[in-house]
């Protein structure tokens, strides 16, 4: 094996700790250490052998670092540390908020460029393996239509704001892709979807004491840009039911691609995701795509770049003559 990929994690969330667990993994890269703003003697690592690292200890790694994931959020971290620290080293990140991926890569891509680093952004499912695969299903099937549908899967984002409503004292919200519209699209027939007609939105929660649940749950399924437009139902349960049933992380969905080749031909296109855990797989896409990142630097490809600019063969750790051998 030729010399491992040394990888730094900056941020040790949920998303932290599946990198962490995901570097384990893959033998052709060590983990050099993680590096957080909290009390580094505070952090436990998955691994006791892990070490960990003040944020403010990263510029002085920077020779023992070849890609540094960032595992911080796309609202407050990722827009602020992204562009700092794409100044220092090669980087991957996972941004996510698609209305601004043109607006990040153009602020990740000028400190890229003037230090000579890459910055790979927007890696996960979505943006990332589902961007590829609407890519595919457009040139391909030029005459078509594309549907993205997501779920079953608990939504970080729309957790938080339910959490926010007064009179909630923790809850949880499962985005749920409507199987009428799949079966629609399936067919092949390329129906004309509104927001409401592709998902539908399921909270649980619980209430603070003395709190009212009709005031609550009107507050859930009016609130703009969250679930007004979805058709919603708030479901009351104990603190202990939550606990017990809404820990885990589970998403996944489908990206769907029908069109026509020709007059009589009928075309649809599939890739589906099941995920036990969310944040674990993008762990994994994320150190994946950070041996590509690695090899782009090396190759001189400088700058921001993102996972519809990688060749497939940079993500596997075989060599061109046993992917060629193997899989194709």
């Not at 994994?284 to 600019?309: E, I």
Request: aromatic share 8%; charged share 20%; hydrophobic share 40%.
């Amino acid at each position: 094996m030729s010399e491992r990929i040394r990888i730094g994690i900056a941020g040790y969330g949920n998303l932290g700790r599946g990198v962490e667990a995901a570097i384990g993994k893959n033998p052709d890269m060590t983990l050099v250490g993680v590096f957080t703003r909290r009390d580094p003697a505070q952090l436990t690592p998955l691994n006791p052998s892990t070490d960990v690292f003040s944020m403010d200890d990263l510029t002085a790694k920077r020779d023992d670092i070849d890609v540094l994931i960032l595992c911080g959020g796309s609202k407050d971290d990722l827009p602020i540390q992204g562009p700092e620290l794409a100044a220092h080293f090669t980087t991957v990140d996972s941004f996510d908020t698609h209305a601004r991926i043109p607006e990040y890569f153009a602020a990740m891509d000028a400190p890229a460029q003037a230090s000579g680093t890459t910055a790979l952004i927007s890696v996960g499912w979505d943006p990332g393996l589902f961007s590829i695969n609407r890519l595919y299903g457009e040139a391909l099937i030029p005459e078509g239509d594309t549907y993205t549908f997501w779920g079953r899967g608990l939504s970080q984002g729309h957790s938080d704001a339910v959490r926010r409503v007064d009179g909630v004292a923790a809850g949880v919200q499962y985005t749920l892709p409507a199987e009428a519209a799949i079966d629609a699209v399936r067919s092949g027939t390329r129906p004309q979807l509104s927001t409401r007609e592709k998902h539908t939105r399921e909270c649980f929660v619980v209430l603070e004491e003395g709190a009212d649940a009709a005031s609550v749950e009107q507050a859930i399924v009016t609130m703009p840009h969250y679930f007004a437009d979805y058709d919603t139902t708030v479901h009351f349960i104990s603190a202990e039911e939550l606990a017990r049933d809404h820990q885990a992380m589970p998403h996944g969905g489908f990206v769907i691609r029908s069109g026509n080749t020709s007059d009589t031909a009928a075309q649809v296109i599939e890739y589906r995701l099941a995920l036990d855990s969310n944040p674990e797989f993008t762990a994994s896409v994320l150190v994946t795509y950070a041996r590509a990142a690695f090899r782009l630097n090396k190759l001189g490809q400088h700058g921001a770049v993102t996972v519809l600019d990688v060749p497939p063969a940079m993500l596997s750790p075989k060599s061109g003559a046993e992917l060629r051998a193997e899989l194709l």
